[in-house]
C-alpha cells in the first residue's frame, strides 16, 4: 500500500512538471526564498503518536529555474500514544531537493524530497517507568505550489510524506525501543522571495 502511494505521487508530480513545459521560470531562479507554514501532522498509523498542529519556518533558494532547495524547520507537540503516554515535543529538519515547473509567471509546481531530522524531547516521568525520547533520522516525498500574488510575495501549499520512527528509551534499563511513526504532514503558508 506505502509504496503504491509512492509510485502514484510520483507519477502524478512529474507529470504535472513535464506537463507545465519551460514557461517563464524565472521567479524563482537563484532567489532566496523565506517564509511560514501552518501544517498539521497525521500519522498514519496510530501506534506511536497522535495527530497535532505544526508551525514551520521555510528557506529556499532556486539553484536553477527547474530546481530549488528547501530546508524547512518545524514544531509540533502530538499526544504519545504508547502506555506511557505524556506529550513528545517534536522539532523536524527536512531538506528538500525539489524539481519545479512554472506554466505562468504566477503558479509553480514542484515534487521533491530528501532526507532529515527528528528531535524528540519526551519525558514520561510520573509514570511507572522513566521514559525518554530519542532523536532520530527521517525521509520524505513532497508535492506543492507556490502561487504569486507579487512577484516576490507567494501563497504555498505542501503536503509530504514523512518516514521515521518514533524512538524511545526507558531510562532506568536502558533499553531503548521504537515504533513506526510514517506520517503525512500538510501545510499553508507564505513565502517572500527576495
Known amino acids: 500500500m ?22 517563464a521560470q524565472t521567479l524563482m531562479s537563484e532567489r532566496i526564498g523565506v ?35 528547501e530546508v524547512s524547520v518545524g514544531h509540533t507537540r502530538p499526544a504519545v500514544l504508547t502506555e506511557a503516554g505524556g506529550k513528545a515535543q517534536l522539532t523536524y529538519i527536512l531538506l528538500s531537493f525539489q524539481l519545479r515547473g512554472e506554466p505562468t509567471t504566477e503558479f509553480a509546481i514542484y515534487l521533491g524530497g530528501g532526507p532529515g531530522v527528528i528531535l524528540n524531547k519526551w519525558s514520561a516521568r510520573g509514570s511507572e517507568r522513566d521514559m525518554g525520547g530519542r532523536d532520530t533520522f527521517a525521509a520524505h516525498l513532497n508535492i506543492g505550489f507556490d502561487y504569486f500574488i507579487t512577484n516576490n510575495l507567494a501563497l504555498n501549499l505542501d503536503a509530504k510524506y514523512l518516514w521515521f520512527d518514533y524512538r524511545f528509551i526507558d531510562r532506568e534499563t536502558n533499553i531503548t525501543g521504537k515504533e513506526l511513526a510514517d506520517s503525512f504532514l500538510m501545510g499553508a503558508g507564505l513565502k517572500y522571495v527576495f
Do not use: C, W
Not at 4 to 21: E, M, N, P, Q
Open 2 to 23: 506505502k509504496i503504491r502511494l509512492v509510485v502514484v505521487s510520483l507519477a502524478v508530480g512529474l507529470s504535472l512538471i513535464f506537463l507545465a513545459g519551460a514557461g
Open 35 to 69: 517564509g511560514a507554514r501552518a501544517s498539521y501532522l497525521l500519522p498514519r498509523l496510530d501506534k506511536a503518536l497522535d495527530s497535532n498542529f505544526a508551525m514551520e519556518g521555510v528557506f529556499s533558494y532556486g539553484v536553477a529555474p527547474t530546481f530549488t532547495t
